[in-house]
């Protein structure tokens, strides 16, 4: 009897362990098992708050010509009460309901319904069904990359409206910018909501689902980590790309037609924006495929940080910008304008061939040339939940050498360029560069956690050779 339940007691032992080796191995991915209070205060303050930034800074611009200090003060002094300013606010319409409810249908029936023709005549075009990454379970899930081709067909039938057809005017999307604020945010709480049902219900794979019992922590970052409904839809990415960023580009052309209609020309400004922002919209198609590697993608659950995120924040507060040169019109000198211009390709190009480094590394396993030189790594390795090995390369040349994250430098300087455009006059359009050096900031300490659990002393090794961040010799 004493050795059975002795037995008994290493058994369970062992089956104990073996749970603490899941979550250790797991926790190397995604977000955190268990919330610390810090965490939790931050989840809240976004839940409560991020609305409401939103709607201030479209209502900003609505009704105080994008002042950020004149609603303020109106409420401080008496001038105005909250009442007045939601009052004065458009509401939602049936119209603008039923042209988003058609613009989100038509994304779905491009992402679900059409497979990719572009990789057929597009030379260095990758679409198509591709694999992901390897999840925390050890999945490997197939995507049908066609963004670029949903982005194209979207574009040609706008201009084809503008041009020939005329069913509606170009400026539909800043006619009803608010009335579709509230549609957005319908959409993005009950994505949010649903994603969350479905991971404590019927998730798509249970080995890839955290559950920390707090419900606002779960609901914020995601149970799931790659919700799924049938063979394609993939919750992550199509929300990530469309409908929102697939409309950006849309959103500032009609915010381009708007500044047409008011004042009777399309100021340089308002072309660099369109340029700028659209050289990015179409580098995130373009390399689509390879969106399928980065953080988002291979770390990030679905949930209201993502699925709101996606429908609200991104659409409405990426395009400052050209919404701000609707109300303040900015003719850039010259040489001004010119230089905002190579501040912004310049971003692009850094971004962008930071990435092909790396991209071009994990495609040839280091068998490659960059700089014309055969790259320098630290090699390293991590467990997958089922206990699988594995093998990883860290580069430590080109770009990568220079700074941890140097394509986030890239990736500023383009940001930095869009808000230069618009001029000094107010602080609104700069909401961008400085969310953006947050956002990027803490993306960079949050993947190094995240490296640092994964990939144990190999990481340190690579920070030491690797010092910086950001900015060589600075961060």
């Not at 303050?45 to 010509?65: N, T």
């Not at 990758?126 to 949903?150: H, R, S």
């Not at 057809?165 to 800043?174: A, E, L, V």
């Not at 794979?205 to 799924?228: H, L, S, V």
């Amino acid at each position: 009897m004493g050795a059975h339940q002795e037995k008994k007691l290493v058994e369970e032992r062992k089956y104990q362990n073996m749970q603490n080796d899941t979550k250790t191995s797991q926790g190397q991915w995604g977000r955190a098992w268990e919330v610390d209070w810090f965490s939790l205060a931050s989840i809240l303050f976004l839940l409560m708050f991020a609305p409401l930034i939103v709607y201030y800074f479209i209502m900003s611009c609505d009704q105080y010509q994008c002042s950020l200090t004149d609603p303020l003060l109106d409420l401080l002094t008496g001038k105005k009460h909250l009442s007045d300013i939601w009052n004065r606010t458009p509401m939602l319409t049936y119209r603008a309901a039923a042209i988003y409810s058609l613009w989100v249908t038509f994304q779905v029936f491009l992402y679900v319904s059409i497979p990719d023709f572009c990789h057929k005549f597009l030379p260095g075009y990758v679409g198509g069904v591709q694999d992901g990454a390897v999840t925390p379970a050890g999945a490997v899930n197939k995507y049908e990359i066609n963004g670029l081709q949903a982005w194209i067909i979207t574009h040609v039938l706008w201009f084809a409206n503008a041009y020939c057809f005329h069913f509606f005017s170009p400026t539909i999307i800043f006619d009803n910018w608010i009335p579709f604020l509230w549609c957005a945010n319908i959409l993005g709480y009950a994505v949010s909501t649903f994603a969350m049902i479905k991971g404590y219900f019927f998730p798509t794979n249970a080995k890839d689902c955290k559950i920390t019992g707090n419900f606002f922590y779960d609901y914020m970052m995601g149970i799931e980590f790659n919700p799924r409904i049938g063979k394609w839809f993939d919750f992550k990415l199509f929300f990530n790309g469309r409908p929102g960023i697939v409309a950006w580009t849309l959103i500032n052309l009609s915010f381009a037609a708007k500044q047409q209609e008011l004042y009777g020309e399309v100021t340089n400004s308002m072309i660099l924006v369109n340029v700028l922002q659209g050289i990015y919209v179409l580098d995130f198609f373009w390399n689509e495929a390879w969106y399928l590697k980065t953080i988002d993608i291979c770390h990030d659950h679905f949930g209201w940080y993502l699925g709101w995120g996606d429908c609200v924040w991104l659409p409405y507060l990426y395009t400052l910008q050209g919404l701000y040169l609707v109300y303040h019109p900015v003719q850039l000198r010259t040489d001004y304008a010119l230089g905002i211009l190579m501040l912004g390709l310049l971003g692009y190009y850094i971004f962008r061939m930071t990435n092909h480094q790396k991209d071009l590394f994990r495609r040839t396993n280091g068998n490659c040339r960059i700089w014309g030189k055969k790259p320098e790594y630290i090699e390293c390795s991590y467990m997958s939940v089922d206990g699988t090995k594995y093998y990883s390369k860290l580069m430590t040349s080109g770009f990568w050498g220079w700074a941890r994250h140097f394509n986030y430098t890239g990736d500023l300087m383009g940001s930095l360029a869009y808000c230069l455009a618009c001029g000094f006059e107010h602080v609104l359009p700069y909401f961008y560069i400085i969310y953006m050096t947050i956002l990027l900031t803490h993306r960079c300490i949050r993947d190094e956690h995240r490296c640092s659990s994964k990939y144990g002393k190999d990481w340190k090794c690579y920070t030491a050779v690797v010092p910086y961040r950001l900015l060589p010799g600075v961060f």
